[in-house]
């Protein structure tokens, strides 16, 4: 039964919803994440569980705070306990689809209102969360860039002038496309398939991938890497993916490829969370943790 066919879930609920899709995406061995079992360099799996915990208070907010407020309260409360950037990419995507489930029967109907009102305000307070948060390789462009004070444009707006480089902002001007169209279908097709939400997590994790350049590896590596990662991404699919031996095997010199190069497809794991969130909203968790 789809949410609409449900009774509403209260705010703490969403908020548990948001906690368990980031747990459930850090445990699943991605390539070239942060996993259970392989921290990176600057930052670990530890920090990811507490970030996981962290956001719960501003999500649950979401109902009756703006999307910016939202996003800030998030990141200051990450900050609390961690002071590496874990959660920037997830709290942006996590932040408008909160709003949008406390706001509508249908919940990409919903987000698109809630993304057509987006104000100058909430720039502004998204602005200073991405100060806080610092993530590597923004670059800087003439106007409108995050290191401004002052900002006189709505979020939204603000978010169709960085599109055509960071796959999140190219998110609210689509309505999230890549997360309603290709990442939950995907994501259930797996999971019904293969019953292991870990394993579905991967494989969606590379279907992703496979169709997008990844903004974090594009922005510090530049885009002939980040298409090199896309094409050995289609490779691991061709042979079967997470399905197979051969693509397992190929998963695993692809893991270390990424390791190795430091390279990190951080944006695609925080379009996978954002998709396990809708899932899971509009599925419900009955779908997924059923009593055996």
């Known amino acids: ?36 079992w392989k921290d990176a360099s600057d930052m670990g799996y530890l920090d990811f569980l507490l970030s996981a915990v962290a956001i719960a208070p501003a999500i649950e907010s979401a109902r009756n705070k703006a999307v910016g407020e939202v996003i800030l309260k998030a990141i200051r409360d990450t900050h609390r306990f961690t002071s590496f950037n874990t959660n920037l990419g997830i709290v942006l995507l996590f932040a408008p689809i909160a709003k949008a489930y406390f706001s509508g029967s249908n919940l990409r109907d919903s987000l698109h209102e809630v993304l057509s009102s987006l104000t100058v305000g909430d720039a502004q307070k998204t602005y200073e969360a991405i100060r806080i948060a610092n993530p590597g390789g923004m670059g800087k462009i003439e106007k409108y860039d995050i290191s401004q004070i002052e900002v006189d444009i709505n979020l939204k707006k603000a978010m169709e002038l960085a599109q055509d480089r960071d ?23 797996n999971w019904r398939k293969l019953g292991s939400l870990l394993d579905s997590i991967v494989q969606t994790f590379l279907v992703i991938l496979s169709q997008n350049w990844d903004s974090k590896i594009s922005r510090t590596h530049g885009k002939k890497v980040a298409e090199e990662v896309t094409s050995r991404a289609n490779e691991i699919l061709e042979a079967g993916g997470i399905y197979t031996p051969l693509g397992r095997n190929l998963l695993t010199q692809f893991d270390l490829f990424l390791r ?33």
């Open 1 to 36: 039964m789809k949410r609409g066919d449900k009774a509403r879930l209260s705010a703490k609920e969403v908020a548990q919803l948001a906690q368990i899709a980031c747990l459930l995406e850090v445990t699943a061995e991605k390539p070239g994440n942060v996993t259970r």
């Open 167 to 189: 796959l999140i902002a190219k998110e609210y001007v689509t309505d999230f496309e890549i997360t309603f169209t290709l990442g939950v279908p995907e994501l259930m097709k």
């Open 260 to 292: 190795e190069n430091k390279l990190n497809p951080g944006t695609t794991a925080d379009l996978v969370t954002a998709s396990l969130f809708v899932a899971f909203l509009e599925e419900g968790l009955e779908e997924f943790f059923k009593e055996h």
